[in-house]
């Protein structure tokens, strides 16, 4: 995992930092991290512990009345027994949307590294830029876009890619669509710096040497490019298969995801053992899902 | 002529793609602006109707919705505050100095970054339930410090790594004393790194949903309202306030970008004007 705390930031620790020159300092580094430490201690650490005592709650409490801890394990599997359809799918809708983001943001990211120039800075901010609006007004924005009466379901229907009672909101394609949106940038950034690195006169090598454009692909770009696609594919997977508010907004009850069933069983239904038990399976696939895919990546120096 | 061709699009169809892809990036974009001038035709209709002004005239026309703008910029400003004095002082923490268990204080920092919201939420949430403090305005303001340190470390990390000490050394050589040195020639150089921390950790609160719905009860803040407005009709005044907060953000953009290309400009001319007396003497 601590890929990523090195790909995206460049921010690495290769500089070690020098000896104090004074023995009263060796108190000063204590002092600046205990706010920051203590925060994070308290407010990140100790609720992870608590939600995981949550999880093993006496199902038959409330929260009105409260609970009572009995180590009840098996709220996990009733918890997975009732909503795995809404688990896999949350996987299933990240899985197809990372792959569309993969075939549009590579591009993106090797246009602007390699082939923008003196445009590079714009282009670059432009990726960065449609986020600087608020995440649910563009969403909001794309329930527009693809509603019934929108120039987009009219124009799909007159060229007959979509029947004359087609729709394009309220369906599992306008999760997908909205998923791919929101977290793109989270994909194309790291790779760009990935991207931006690769000296061209490689790929020129390549070229001399015979290989064909798609060759040089293969040996050249994809391998020295990869840092950059598994932190970015991280930094899309993770907050994509948490997120419900595409889900909610373009979707309907049958395109819930895992984090829907979450939110209503924390909110609504007020189910805390549920919901808790949910958030640690969401968690633990999330870990396991990245796990594999390092090992498979083969990108083992990164961690 | 055919081989010429060819060559032309195999240069250039990335440039086309990526293109394409920042087309479709901005779509929903053109999308904000374009309805913040509409007047729509009649409530829960969101196509383009008509063009008007009145929607930037009232933008609190729906004042519930004001309110939640300036909740959210205020729990924005104190998260930002906290976060930015607890990550800084991190930061130093981390690049000058040398101390025991810097890799537990690194997992710490990372973990959060790498966490989904989801988690996050729902785990203070059962923190501030077991615990029993009433959520609303401070619960929400304690998540989003928490969220936000870590952004503010690694900004204010990478910039300070990046600096270079021996102008420090060389203030000390010039019997600057510590608090000196740190005021006049520290500080202003690591600023920047702090002003792009402290921007990056408002919009992060201030657009944060997740997190915030669940540590939140009865207090709004601006993406809480959206929220429940998604669910009845959304009034043209949510998009006045979307472009705007695009505008504001695209206006700092260009602000640093123009002033790192000044002090750019200001920094090659230095030797030159250094140099040239030095010729005259030869």
């Known amino acids: ?303 | 002529m055919g081989s010429r061709f060819g060559r032309w699009i195999a240069d250039r169809w990335v440039m086309g793609v990526a293109l394409l892809v920042l087309g479709y990036l901005f779509l929903p974009i053109a999308v904000v602006i374009g309805l913040s001038f509409n007047r729509p035709s009649a409530r829960n209709t969101y196509d383009f109707n008509e063009f008007t002004l009145d929607n930037w005239r009232n933008p609190c026309a729906t004042s519930d919705m004001c309110d939640a703008v300036v909740r959210s910029a205020q729990i924005g400003f104190i998260a930002t505050v906290v976060s930015t004095v607890l990550g800084t002082l991190m930061a130093f923490a981390l690049v000058r100095h040398r101390f025991r268990g810097r890799a537990a204080i690194n997992m710490l920092i990372f973990l959060p970054m790498a966490t989904p919201e989801l988690v996050m939420g729902t785990s203070l949430l059962s923190l501030f339930v077991a615990a029993q403090v009433p959520l609303g305005f401070w619960t929400i303001v304690i998540a989003h410090v928490m969220f936000c340190v870590s952004f503010v470390v690694v900004t204010v990390k990478a910039r300070l790594a990046g600096m270079d000490r021996r102008l420090e050394e060389a203030a000390m050589d010039l019997y600057a004393s510590e608090w000196q040195t740190f005021r006049r020639i520290t500080l202003p150089l690591v600023l920047p790194g702090i002003v792009a921390a402290a921007l990056l950790a408002f919009s992060l609160s201030f657009d944060d949903f997740i997190i915030t719905n669940f540590n939140s009860a009865t207090t709004v803040t601006f993406p809480m309202w959206v929220w429940g407005a998604a669910g009845r009709s959304i009034p043209p005044q949510v998009n006045v306030i979307g472009t705007a907060m695009f505008a504001i953000a695209l206006l700092l953009v260009g602000a640093s970008s123009l002033r790192g290309r000044r002090a750019r400009r200001a920094a090659l001319a230095v030797p030159v004007a250094a140099g040239r007396p030095a010729k005259r003497l030869s």
Do not use: C
């Open chain 1, 1 to 303: 995992m601590t890929a990523l705390a090195h790909v995206p930031t460049g921010s690495g620790q290769s500089a070690s930092p020098p000896a104090p020159r004074r023995g009263r300092h060796r108190l000063l580094p204590y002092l600046l991290l205990l706010p920051g430490a203590a925060w994070l201690l308290i407010f990140f650490a100790v609720p992870l512990v608590q939600l995981a005592a949550a999880s093993l709650y006496d199902p038959s409490g409330s929260v009105t009345t409260g609970y009572a801890m009995t180590g009840a394990v098996g709220n996990y599997p009733a918890a997975l027994q009732e909503y795995w359809p809404q688990l896999v799918r949350s996987f299933v809708y990240t899985g197809i949307a990372l792959v569309l983001a993969l075939l549009m943001g590579y591009p993106l990211a090797y246009g602007i590294a390699q082939k923008a120039g003196r445009w590079k800075n714009l282009l670059l901010v432009s990726v960065v830029a449609p986020m600087f609006t608020s995440f649910l007004v563009r969403t909001l924005a794309w329930k527009t876009i693809l509603s019934d009466n929108g120039w987009l379901v009219g124009l799909l229907r007159d060229v007959h890619l979509l029947g004359p009672d087609g729709r394009l909101l309220a369906t599992a394609g306008a999760v997908v669509l909205g998923l791919t949106y929101n977290f793109l940038p989270f994909l194309v950034l790291p790779l760009y710096a990935s991207l931006e690195r690769l000296d061209p006169r490689m790929l020129e090598a390549a070229s001399d040497l015979y290989a064909s454009p798609l060759r040089a692909f293969q040996k050249v770009t994809l391998p020295l490019s990869m840092p950059g696609l598994v932190a970015g594919t991280l930094l899309f997977f993770i907050p994509a298969s948490g997120d419900y508010i595409n889900a909610e907004l373009l979707g309907t009850p049958r395109d819930n995801m895992i984090g829907n069933v979450i939110d209503s069983a924390f909110l609504v239904k007020l189910n805390y053992p549920q919901g808790a038990a949910l958030s640690f399976l969401l968690m633990a696939a999330i870990l396991a899902v990245v796990f594999v895919y390092l090992r498979k990546a083969g990108t083992e120096e990164v961690l």
